[in-house]
T-cell receptor
Framework: QQQVKQSPQSLIVQKGGISIINCAYE??????FPWYQQFPGKGPALLIA?????SEKKEGRFTISFNKSAKQFSLHIMDSQPGDSATYFC?????????????FGKGTHLIIQP | DSGVTQTPKHLITATGQRVTLRCSPR?????VYWYQQSLDQGLQFLIQ???????AKGNILERFSAQQFPDLHSELNLSSLELGDSALYFC???????????FGPGTRLTVL
């Protein structure tokens, strides 16, 4: 059972455009929603994260939008640059009990064309 | 650089063999997590340790086991290896409590 569904699988955006990646979750006990960026041959790097008590969080060109009632969250990359070309993963976890292994989406392969 | 180190970077072995992967968490982090990344299964949580004690289990096979030592480094033991165990294995660490996890560079395991 896939608890975090991510779309699209791949995305091509022109330089300077907005990249949007969407995720939906099923487990209402999830209370921590991070996004990770992964380059080939590297480990996932934490990009930005949000908790359900806020609807939006912005860090530089990266914004997470969160819709608790719809159980959906999305990553927006503004002014996308070729260096943003990577695979992006959404994830979720329950942090309350301290047992907080991450459940990941399948990933989105993002290509920013110059 | 996340501050999490993993050794070895690459490991090639044969079916039926046993290997040990090692992880050193960021300084001060008490939680260590192991994940497996493969093309068909994606990134999957295997197991979590907190200050030497097992805290949570994910999709970890019975052939796999882990432990966290008093100095907080962790080892993932994979035995009776099968071709399907070929994957990237990542360790992550966390100070604990807020969900934030920092991933290491991974160990690429190839089973021939």
């Amino acid at each position: 059972q896939q608890q975090v569904k991510q779309s699209p699988q791949s995305l091509i955006v022109q330089k300077g455009g907005i990249s949007i990646i969407n995720c939906a979750y099923e487990n209402t006990a999830f209370d921590y929603f991070p996004w990770y960026q992964q380059f080939p041959g590297k480990g996932p790097a934490l990009l930005i994260a949000i908790r359900p008590d806020v609807s939006e969080k912005k860090e530089g060109r990266f914004t997470i939008s969160f819709n608790k009632s719809a159980k959906q969250f999305s990553l927006h990359i503004m002014d996308s640059q070729p260096g943003d070309s990577a695979t992006y993963f959404c994830a979720a976890s329950e942090t309350g009990g301290g047992a907080d292994g991450l459940t990941f989406g399948k990933g989105t392969h993002l290509i920013i064309q110059p | 650089d996340s501050g999490v180190t993993q050794t070895p970077k690459h490991l090639i072995t044969a079916t039926g063999q046993r290997v040990t992967l090692r992880c050193s968490p960021r300084s001060g982090d008490l939680s260590v997590y192991w994940y497996q990344q493969s093309l068909d299964q994606g990134l999957q949580f295997l197991i979590q340790y907190y200050n030497g004690e097992e805290r949570a289990k994910g999709n970890i096979l019975e052939r796999f086991s882990a432990q966290q030592f008093p100095d907080l480094h962790s080892e993932l033991n994979l035995s009776s290896l099968e071709l399907g165990d070929s994957a990237l294995y990542f360790c992550a660490s966390s100070p604990g409590g807020d969900g934030t996890q920092y991933f290491g560079p991974g160990t690429r395991l190839t089973v021939l």
